[in-house]
């Protein structure tokens, strides 16, 4: 059984930026689809971004132009380069995978998840 630990939370100034890191271990190979969830307070858990093993990436609305996604499967690592950061991006940030073929920003196809990283952003 694999798991996903995530890193590189913290508390930044709004415009600031933050790079998360998520460790995949134990797995036998790279999963097709990795993304980045996450869950503001009250509020329901978002997609923010995903990429597939060949380098597909896919990012909500909402950080457009302000997030990278990158991945690097011969380390099993995935990042989250978020720049620009805004107050609405205060949240808990969660790595995700799954290796169905289809890679979307859909909570139910995600069957690992690691234990959230929080990410503070302030006036």
């Known amino acids: 059984q694999g798991q996903l630990m995530e890193s590189g939370g913290g508390s930044v100034q709004a415009g600031g930026s933050l790079r998360l890191s998520c460790v995949a271990s134990g797995y036998t190979h790279s999963s097709n689809c990795m993304a980045w969830f996450r869950q503001a307070p009250g509020e329901e858990r978002e997609g923010v971004a995903y990429m597939t093993e060949v380098g597909t990436a896919r990012y909500a609305y909402s950080v457009q132009g302000r997030f990278t996604i990158s991945r690097d499967n011969s380390k099993h690592t995935l990042d989250l380069q978020m720049n620009n950061l805004k107050l609405e991006d205060t949240a808990i940030y969660y790595c995700?995978?799954?290796?169905?073929?289809?890679?979307?920003?859909?909570?139910?196809?995600?069957?690992?998840w690691g234990q959230g990283t929080q990410v503070t952003v302030s006036s």
């Open positions: 995700a995978a799954h290796d169905k073929a289809v890679c979307q920003l859909r909570e139910d196809l995600f069957n690992d």
